[in-house]
């Protein structure tokens, strides 16, 4: 594995005692998370070839060179090129990064393989996050699969659709009336208290190191080519700051030179970071009002971070409205195939903002994150047309179908 020269320290709950060839920790300068860095050099990238697993980058990943014991397949998720999506738009060099492929359905489960695999190296026997719902039943499932207990504290006002997965694969779940600030508390401190594995998002530096992986494959996709601007719906941040990071790191290994303008997308009903970056200051609390519970979070835990980064790359935040969303879902099943949840469609439909306000040019290689699947969350998946119910003739067919012959 690439050197760690940057400083971490990590124990199951993100602190405490250093892994072997890791140093102590050292804050990273503006920013609110602890970050990993690597002897960087192209000698860290892997040679051309097929983009199947986020293992593939484990030379940038703090893993020792044993072979990975999680069982879930995860990364590798296809780019897209939109062909309808992109006439439709008129957006021509319009990606999708389809991260609704993932073992449950979002990119969430990057993070859990990776902090999931460092606990089964460790002997781990329980893990624990908080969560408005993706992360969640990518632990509760993760965990399943590893062989692991999950203890899983979750707003009480979690996604129905995504709870009984969660119970399904036997997670323990806890739901906090107080909502997702004060579950994420908790999750913490009894991660602390018990030794459990830490896997809240944010504040283990693991779920970034795996979320950047996402960028070494949108670049490896595009031909070893980092796109003009890349897009992501923001709820606590560490999605848009990986992203960063994992461009940044490719820069730094010296195989691109240049780094995409990051656009954040809020809901305009929770807009904390789109608000802090146009008005500068802190990130307010605000009260979430959307039907995207991933982008619902009122206090974002890399929010600060996540607004230095769109800033430093030139880019911007925007804001759209659950309509704006579910239209984007919408035109991703129809123009593009893809399945998406209100969430995971919040970058496509910032896209569309982004193009009308000039963020983005129409001839621009912008890649859009979607980040959740719409099969988890079916109330949301509006129909574009009603069945035709018939008896079952042959005569009945062709009576309906004779305006197509
Ligand atoms: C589908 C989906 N998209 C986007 C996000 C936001 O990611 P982050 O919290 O890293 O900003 C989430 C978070 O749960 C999510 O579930």
């Known amino acids: 594995m690439g050197v760690v020269t940057g400083a971490m320290v990590f124990g199951p709950d993100g602190t405490g005692a250093p892994l072997p060839g890791h140093r102590a920790l050292e804050p990273v300068p503006g920013g609110d998370l602890v970050e990993l860095a690597y002897d960087y050099g192209p000698n860290l990238v892997p ?11 484990h030379a940038l990943l703090p893993l020792d060179p044993a072979p990975v014991a999680y069982p879930l397949p ?6 897209v090129a939109p062909v309808g999506l992109r006439e439709q738009l008129g957006a021509p060099n319009l990606y999708l990064k389809d991260e609704s492929r993932g073992p449950t359905g979002s990119n969430k489960d990057r993070a859990t393989a990776l902090v999931l695999e ?12 908080a969560s408005t719902g993706n992360v969640a039943v990518s632990l509760a499932v993760g965990a399943a699969a590893a062989g692991l207990g999950a203890v899983i504290f979750v707003p009480a006002a979690v996604e129905e659709s995504k709870l009984r997965l969660m119970l399904l694969a036997g997670a323990t779940v806890v739901k906090v009336a107080r909502g997702y600030g004060v579950a994420f508390e908790l999750s913490r401190r009894t991660a602390r208290e018990l030794g459990w594995l ?7 530096p693991l779920t970034l190191e795996a979320k950047k992986t996402v960028a070494f494959e949108i670049w490896e996709q595009l031909g070893r080519r980092s796109p003009d601007v890349v897009l992501a719906p923001v709820g606590d941040g560490p999605t848009l700051v990986a992203l960063a990071k994992g461009f940044r790191e490719l820069r730094a290994c010296g195989v691109t030179d240049r780094l995409p303008r990051l656009i954040g997308v809020q809901a305009a009903g929770c807009q904390p970071l789109r608000v802090a ?4 200051g802190p990130p307010e609390v605000v009260e979430p009002r959307t039907i995207a519970d991933g982008i619902a979070v009122s206090r974002p835990v890399a929010g600060a971070r996540a607004v230095a980064e769109v800033r430093a790359s030139g880019g911007a935040f925007v804001a759209v409205e659950d ?5 984007a879902i919408g035109l991703l099943a129809r123009r593009a195939g893809v399945i998406a949840e209100p969430a995971g469609a919040a970058a496509l439909a910032g896209f569309r903002r982004a193009l009308g306000a000039g963020l983005v040019g129409s001839e621009e290689t912008a890649v859009v994150l979607v980040t959740g699947s719409g099969l988890k969350t079916p109330r949301f998946l509006a129909p574009s047309g009603t069945a035709v119910e018939i008896e079952g003739s042959p005569a009945e067919v062709d009576r309906l179908l004779a305006p197509r012959r």
């Open 47 to 57: 040679a051309p070839g097929e983009v199947g697993s986020m293992w593939r980058y």
């Open 74 to 79: 995860v990364g590798g998720t296809p780019l």
């Open 323 to 327: 309509a704006e969303m579910l239209e």
């Open 277 to 280: 970056f146009e008005q500068g």
């Open 118 to 129: 460092h606990g089964l190296r460790r002997g781990a026997r329980t893990a624990t996050c």
């Open 198 to 204: 830490d896997r809240n998002t944010g504040v283990n």
